[in-house]
């Protein structure tokens, strides 16, 4: 409780609070003169907003396009500040092919306006175009008489005559695109001959400032060079330039029947330089840079469109992901704004490279960029990668050489992978069976030691026992998990193998994704709404399995109970899982309980168990040399005991 002078004094503190407050408040003469200089504050902001709509209308006026329909062609006006266009234009397409891909240019923004991949089809058998212009904007951006010029808005023209239409084999042909400033648009013909007739000396305008767009054409090669270049340049492009913004932007197209997985794996890349890292496939994100970037990829499932720089690297830049309106014919939108360095606006050049093309690891792997790391082959536990680059794919890419089928080729790899564990499946058999005939004498013990105060007894006996018969308990669980990390590559594997997309095999029609034999009318919850029959036959074989290995080991200990009802919830649990997932995936696994039930059934036929229990049996009359862990454990024991037993005395 507070005493009278706590009282008074918070009273006194009131009062001052309250008197400072009126004393210092403004008179109203003060607060007239604050509201008609805040109503003058707020006309001034009006004007100030007004005016800036207008110069904002005026502005997108002068930038917009303006078509007149006249007789021969659409008379447009651009103007985008030192790049005014009022000259007769219209854009102009050329397809040119190499045997990869067949590339649309167009004039407007001399860019890319298309991609399609040759030979290669959708789910549903459309033709493969990773991005076209309706859904994709590649365009330069900078400063121009202090207006704001976007090259994808502009026209460029065109330096090349008599391009092919396709260039194969060791050949390339080169296109250059360039934008020349207003003041030097060459005169048509009819303006030449009209200056003739009423000038003598007639002068045709420099084209020495220009930007240019320089693309290289390979006749066998995924990768398309393209390079930035700038001559005389620092009267055009505002003076204190050092660099120009490359914007990069597409809708990322549905190319593949399971729409979901295909998501699940479709995001943007990048790489620093030191590592390769990602936006996360499961969420939609933005991440700035202020570090340079060597390369940004848009990567699908199975294939990739990447944008690399040479000899320098993008100067900073960043990266987004974004939902789209059409989820039924694209999966996501992404996006990347790089810095381009400029070192002079009147001779400079920016190296650059195009990838479009498959997720595939020897494609991406020859070009010495770390780009094959896009495909999620384990590279965060070294092991599992390891297994994958150097022995499955090897071993995958071996036999596709012969022209065998997909099917088969997973047959062969599965038997040879199986041959090479043999000796640690032999290993894990003979384990099991020693165990299986030490059960008797095991259970021997347990009666013998029924209490639960006489646990530690028990188990110093039954490991007594294993050590004189010669027995490791340990023994069957290594050779487990070093085929771990196997089973963990064969995951990763081939549910991304760009070798395995659209190869058929019995009934299923592309072993990349789920085999259904029956579309259901319903969606099952962790299920889902068809039935794979790779999945279901993977189900099965895994329960034979299980319910066999659980037989041979006939053991009804407490504990194990657990782990049995475990051992025959985990293949239901993947029933669910590998439902949605590729065929091929599930069809190894069935493969590998077959052949395992095979070794299974040789090792029983091969190992003689009646000489095996003699062999244990003479190993109990040997004396056993304990180890160092063995005399510390039982030490461990021993004072576990006292302490027990002091308990029981002080109760």
Request: charged share 25%; net charge negative; glycine share 4%.
């Amino acid at each position: 409780m507070m005493d009278k002078n706590t009282i008074i004094g918070l009273v006194l503190i009131f009062l001052l609070f309250i008197g400072f407050s009126m004393y210092t408040a403004p008179s109203k003469e003060e607060r007239e003169a604050a509201m008609r200089s805040r109503d003058s504050i707020a006309q001034v902001l009006e004007e100030e907003k007004r005016i800036a709509d207008s110069l904002y209308v005026v502005e997108q006026e002068e930038v917009e396009v303006i078509e007149v329909v006249g007789d021969d062609a659409a008379v447009v006006a651009v103007q985008a500040g030192s790049f005014t266009q009022n000259t007769t234009i219209e854009e102009q397409e050329i397809a040119i092919e190499n045997e990869l891909i067949k590339y649309t240019f167009t004039n407007k923004g001399g860019r890319i306006k298309k991609v399609e991949l040759i030979d290669v089809k959708t789910f549903d058998g459309r033709p493969l175009v990773l991005f076209d212009e309706d859904d994709s904007r590649f365009s330069f951006s900078f400063f121009s008489n202090s207006m704001l010029v976007e090259t994808d808005k502009v026209f460029f023209e065109l330096q090349n005559d008599n391009l092919p239409e396709k260039v194969s084999g060791n050949d390339s042909v080169v296109l250059v695109y360039r934008l020349f400033p207003s003041n030097e648009v060459a005169l048509n013909e009819e303006e030449v001959l009209s200056e003739v007739e009423t000038s003598e000396n007639i002068q045709i305008p420099d084209r020495s400032s220009y930007l240019e767009l320089r693309y290289v054409i390979r006749g066998n090669d995924y990768m398309t060079p393209m390079s930035l270049n700038l001559s005389n340049m620092s009267g055009v492009i505002q003076a204190n330039s050092t660099s120009l913004d490359l914007v990069w932007e597409a809708d990322i197209r549905r190319l593949e029947k399971n729409q979901k997985y295909e998501g699940m794996n479709t995001t943007i890349f990048y790489y620093d330089g030191n590592d390769v890292d990602k936006i996360s496939e499961s969420k939609l994100a933005k991440k700035d840079f202020t570090t340079s970037l060597k390369w940004v990829s848009f990567k699908q499932h199975f294939f990739s469109a990447t944008l690399l720089a040479c000899e320098e690297n993008f100067e900073s830049g960043d990266i987004e992901t974004q939902k789209v309106d059409n989820e039924e014919e694209y999966l996501k939108n992404a996006r990347t704004n790089l810095i381009i360095p400029i070192k002079s606006l009147d001779d400079a050049s920016f190296n650059m490279q195009w990838f479009f093309g498959p997720n595939k690891y020897s494609i991406l792997s020859s070009y010495d960029q770390k780009m094959e790391r896009q495909i999620p082959l384990g590279w965060s536990f070294a092991p599992i990668s390891w297994i994958n680059r150097f022995a499955v794919i090897k071993v995958f890419n071996w036999l596709e050489n012969y022209g065998i089928s997909y099917g088969i080729i997973i047959l062969i790899l599965t038997v040879i992978l199986k041959l090479v564990l043999l000796p640690i499946a032999y290993k894990t058999y003979m384990s099991s069976a020693k165990m299986r005939l030490l059960k008797p004498e095991i259970e021997a013990i347990n009666a013998k030691y029924p209490k639960q105060e006489d646990s530690m007894k028990k188990q110093q006996a039954v490991m007594a026992l294993q050590k004189k018969a010669g027995v490791n308990p340990m023994a069957g669980c290594l050779p487990m998990l070093l085929q771990l990390p196997i089973l963990l590559a064969m995951f990763r594997f081939f549910p991304t193998s760009y070798e395995l997309r659209q190869q058929p095999f019995l009934w299923a029609t592309d072993l990349s994704s789920y085999d259904s034999i029956l579309d259901l009318p319903f969606s099952i919850p962790f299920y889902g709404d068809h039935v794979s029959l790779f999945t279901l036959m993977m189900t099965l074989a895994t329960l034979l399995y299980t319910h066999l290995n659980n037989k041979m080991m006939n053991t009804g200990a407490q504990n194990m109970q657990a782990m049995k009802v475990m051992m025959y919830f985990m293949p239901v649990m993947f029933l669910g899982i590998f439902n949605n997932y590729s065929s091929a995936l599930s069809y190894y696994y069935f493969l590998v309980n077959m052949i395992t039930f095979l070794q299974m059934f040789g090792f029983r036929y091969l190992v003689n168990e009646d000489k095996l229990r003699a062999k244990m049996e003479a190993n109990k009359q040997k004396p056993v040399k304990k180890s160092g862990w063995a005399k510390r454990l039982e030490e461990m024991q021993k004072q576990q005991q006292q302490v027990q037993q002091q308990q029981k005395k002080r109760r």
